[in-house]
């Protein structure tokens, strides 16, 4: 037998399978860049959903700093006596009446 003829095979064989390691390659680096992109579509948003949270962290710090005064304004309103208590049955009263009417109205609003 001639090995001849097995030789251009041979080459052939290399041909094709150079083909598609090539293509491969390329689909690798198609992949890659793929997954870098969204690394960094990641990234920023990660770096934007962390300036959000500070911005809500000082937020969060000066409402918790306003409650704590009329919390103590209302503590101290309790122990000043007799005198305040009919004022403090107006004020439940009127904070009861608006959260029965802001119920009402996001019940209308919704449609419930």
Do not use: P, W
Request: contains cysteine.
């Amino acid at each position: 037998m001639n090995r001849n003829g097995g030789g251009r095979g041979a080459a052939s064989t290399e041909d094709m399978l150079e083909s598609e390691n090539n293509r491969l390659s390329e689909n690798l680096a198609s992949k890659v860049s793929t997954l870098k992109s969204l690394a960094l579509d990641i990234e920023s948003e990660t770096n934007d959903q962390n300036r959000y949270l500070d911005g809500m962290d000082g937020e969060f710090d000066s409402t918790h700093g306003l409650l704590g005064g009329t919390v103590k304004r209302f503590d101290q309103m309790l122990k000043s006596g007799k005198h305040n208590r009919r004022l403090m049955c107006y004020l439940i009263l009127t904070l009861l009446f608006l959260f029965v009417l802001f119920y009402m109205l996001i019940g209308h609003v919704t449609g419930g």
